[in-house]
């Protein structure tokens, strides 16, 4: 009766859709926008344009709603409440930059997406898995992203990389102030999202130095959208 897709989709053939949409996930100061400018140089070099985007965030309303999604002053509304902002967020984000740029064949890296929802907000806020895809399968209406990296490295290493980073002013936005034990639970929740769908996710080794992860990521994305087209062309030149 639904005419909602179905989760975990892959949108191939949705209509209009001809870039990629890759995602960037893990915990805090896993180095994705690190990874993410390498994979958009390296696509630059295949003449692909890849746009890099972040959420929460990445449209303008969504901006705003990461101020107060990351400022604090939605944590009264709890979990649940969050995981709508977020989702809201995601909406605007996919109608105003993400669907209009794979439409006219563009890739689309972004850091963070519906992953953490299902981890921030569901595995470690308690929020129920069935609330959380129902908001997932409104937010997305099927578009899901073709490849999710999952940086994973020790949480208390991520979070001194992001303590260090912080300039002096900046204060621990409102998820990197909860305790090790939640930072612990996130780790292995990415884990179980990598292992529920292995064809969608990659689990990289982030403590690896960053000339290692980006040539796993590379490897990843090559294997995945290049080498089909390079046994083509090889296929073709010896016929
Ligand atoms: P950000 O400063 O982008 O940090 P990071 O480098 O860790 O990505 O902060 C985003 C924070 O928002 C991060 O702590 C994870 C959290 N978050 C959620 O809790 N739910 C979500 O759906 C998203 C997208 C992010």
Same mark, same amino acid.
């Given at each position: 009766?639904?005419?909602?897709?179905?989760?975990?989709?892959?949108?191939?053939?949705? +209509?209009?859709?001809?870039? %990629?949409?890759?995602?960037?996930?893990g915990g805090e100061g896993a180095? +994705?926008?690190?990874?993410?400018?390498? !994979?958009?140089?390296?696509?630059?070099?295949?003449?692909?344009? #890849?746009?890099? @985007?972040? &959420?929460?965030?990445?449209?303008?309303?969504?901006?705003? !709603?990461? &101020?107060?999604?990351?400022?604090?002053?939605?944590?009264?509304?709890?979990?649940?409440?969050? #995981?709508?902002?977020?989702?809201?967020?995601?909406?605007?984000?996919?109608?105003?930059?993400?669907?209009?740029?794979?439409? *006219?064949?563009?890739?689309?890296? $972004?850091? *963070?997406?519906?992953?953490?929802?299902?981890a921030y =907000?569901?595995a470690r806020g308690?929020?129920?898995? %069935?609330?959380? /895809?129902?908001?997932?399968?409104?937010?997305?209406?099927?578009?899901?992203?073709?490849?999710?990296?999952?940086?994973d490295l020790p949480p208390e290493i991520g979070l001194e990389r992001a303590r260090?980073?912080?300039?002096?002013?900046?204060?621990a936005d409102r998820f990197e102030r909860e305790d090790m034990a939640f930072h612990e639970g996130l780790r292995q929740s990415f884990?179980?999202?990598? #292992?529920? &769908?292995?064809?969608? $996710?990659?689990?990289?080794?982030?403590?690896?130095?960053? &000339?290692?992860?980006? =040539?796993?990521?590379?490897?990843?994305?090559?294997? *995945?959208?290049? %080498?089909?087209?390079?046994? =083509? +062309? @090889?296929?073709? /030149?010896? /016929?």
């Amino acid at each position: 009766m639904s005419a909602v897709p179905p989760l975990g989709t892959a949108h191939r053939h949705e +209509k209009g859709r001809a870039g %990629r949409f890759v995602t960037f996930e893990g915990g805090e100061g896993a180095g +994705k926008s690190t990874q993410m400018r390498r !994979l958009q140089q390296r696509l630059a070099e295949r003449d692909v344009e #890849a746009i890099a @985007t972040r &959420e929460p965030g990445g449209s303008p309303h969504a901006e705003a !709603l990461r &101020e107060a999604l990351l400022g604090g002053k939605a944590a009264s509304l709890g979990p649940l409440g969050e #995981a709508v902002l977020f989702s809201a967020a995601r909406i605007d984000h996919l109608d105003r930059l993400i669907k209009p740029a794979l439409a *006219r064949g563009a890739w689309v890296i $972004c850091d *963070r997406f519906a992953d953490s929802t299902r981890a921030y =907000q569901g595995a470690r806020g308690g929020v129920e898995p %069935r609330l959380i /895809a129902l908001l997932e399968r409104v937010a997305l209406l099927g578009t899901t992203p073709d490849l999710t990296i999952i940086l994973d490295l020790p949480p208390e290493i991520g979070l001194e990389r992001a303590r260090q980073r912080r300039a002096p002013d900046e204060t621990a936005d409102r998820f990197e102030r909860e305790d090790m034990a939640f930072h612990e639970g996130l780790r292995q929740s990415f884990l179980d999202i990598a #292992a529920s &769908e292995p064809g969608r $996710c990659c689990v990289v080794d982030a403590l690896a130095p960053e &000339e290692e992860v980006a =040539q796993a990521i590379w490897h990843i994305v090559e294997a *995945r959208f290049f %080498r089909g087209n390079a046994e =083509q +062309k @090889t296929e073709q /030149a010896s /016929a």
